[in-house]
């Protein structure tokens, strides 16, 4: 039997670190990049919610 680990460690533990967000982040959808026109029924929903 071999000492050898045959579990790899996933792909993403080693990844090279991202670039920070280019936008400030916002719920003003009016700010930033365009939304996919799919999400466009989503709207309603985006924004600040208190209850």
Do not use: C, F, I
């Not at 670039?19 to 309603?44: F, I, M």
């Amino acid at each position: 039997m071999s000492d050898e680990n045959p579990l790899q460690p996933p792909p993403w533990l080693n990844a090279p670190p991202v670039d920070p967000y280019p936008y400030e982040e916002s719920h003003d959808l009016r700010v930033g990049p365009k939304l996919h026109p799919t999400l466009d029924g989503l709207l309603p929903y985006v924004g600040v919610w208190r209850g």
